[in-house]
């Protein structure tokens, strides 16, 4: 696979974390989150049993994939991505480990506020660009308006037929992921044109909530909406509804607003908050009468595993049936997991 271009001519920054603040990273360039396929490349350094998001994502890295980004801000959420830092070989490109904190509250917003800041001064050194108060309130009013047809999309995915498929939703949301807010405004707003024209249905037999890290192999995706009456109405996962959730103030300083959206955004297993991370459980069970689950959970994902467990029990408690599929990050064979993924929708 080639790497990534960069036709526009823009500054790319790349991030890889849903806590990383893009409208800050705007101002000085386009914003390119790191996802999707890398493509295959051999290197033996690195363990097969770190986290193969984090092993493509290096190897690539250094194999010139991404040799279109300015620079990259990194997140300090995980070990793996932790140690990865330190990994990376940057060949004339900016790198910077932005910390984020793991709980939130009014100390956890001034220390956000500060590691802003902090990355403000530094992507003003490696760039063209300066920080202004109103460039950045632009940005949020894009943002916020992008990221609502997003949801308004996912609304009525989770009430259409399957004329939609859940993939296509995920691939508009990986879209703004990957562009400007404002350059991709009007494609989601045609999107959502065509989808409020299909009809809806609630005759579903088996509603789904997708769980899990980033999920952007959407050949998975696809193989359970393949199985008969099966539709995928709500998830839990990095790329989809915890990245469009809620909306930035428009009422404080920009900057403050950023912080707090940031903070208050629905928590990942790197985060300290059970609640707050299954309250999106509670809300597909009460309100979209989700009856199963299925977690993807991307081979060597440690926080994860470690909330294998706690899903579990609440699935238990809650009378919801689960199944927990291990993938790699570049998965390309589908069989076993085809035949895994039939077998549990046949039982339900």
């Known amino acids: 696979m080639n ?3 960069n036709e526009d001519h823009m500054e790319k920054i790349g991030i890889i974390s849903n806590y990383i603040p893009e409208e800050i990273i705007e101002i000085f360039g386009q914003p390119y989150r790191i996802m999707g396929n890398f493509g295959n490349y051999p290197d033996t350094r690195i ?8 092993k493509d994502f290096i190897i690539a890295y250094n194999s010139g994939f991404f040799n279109c980004l300015s620079g990259i801000v990194m997140p300090q959420s995980c070990d793996s991505l932790y140690v990865s830092y330190e990994l990376l070989e940057h060949k004339n490109k900016f790198a910077y480990r932005f910390s984020q904190p793991i709980k939130s509250g009014n100390e956890s917003e001034i220390y956000y506020l ?3 800041n902090r990355l403000v001064t530094f992507l003003e050194s490696q760039t063209k660009s300066t920080y202004s108060d109103d460039t950045l309130n632009s940005i ?18 989770s009430k259409q037929n399957k004329n939609i498929r859940y993939s296509q939703f995920l691939s508009l949301i990986q879209m703004a992921m990957q562009n400007n807010f404002r350059e991709i405004q009007n494609t989601i707003e045609e999107k959502l044109l065509m989808y409020e024209k299909y009809p809806s249905t609630d005759q579903i037999k088996r509603k789904i909530m997708l769980v899990g890290p980033l999920i952007d192999n959407f050949q998975i995706i696809d193989i359970i909406e393949k199985f008969p009456d099966t539709k995928i109405v709500y998830d839990n996962i ?9 909306e930035i103030e428009n009422n404080v300083s920009p900057k ?9 955004k629905t928590q990942s297993p790197t985060f300290d908050s059970d609640n707050l991370y299954f309250s999106t459980f509670d809300y597909a ?3 979209l009468n989700i009856n199963c689950m299925i977690m993807i959970v991307t081979r060597g994902c440690e926080p994860y595993y470690y909330y294998i467990p706690k899903i579990q029990q609440y699935c238990k408690k809650r ?3 689960i199944l927990i599929l291990t993938v790699d990050h570049n998965e390309n064979s589908f069989e076993k997991i085809k035949i895994k993924i039939f077998t549990f929708l046949e039982m339900i």
């Open 285 to 287: 069970i009460d309100n």
């Open 256 to 264: 403050k607003a950023i912080a707090k959206y940031y903070l208050n």
């Open 140 to 157: 949020i009013h894009s943002s916020n308006q992008v990221k609502n047809l997003l949801k308004k999309c996912g609304y009525l995915i």
């Open 238 to 246: 990095t790329n989809g509804w915890r990245y469009i959730e809620n």
């Open 3 to 5: 790497e990534i271009d």
């Open 319 to 321: 009378n919801i049936p």
């Open 114 to 116: 500060n590691e802003i």
């Open 47 to 54: 363990s097969s049993l770190s986290c193969s998001f984090v």
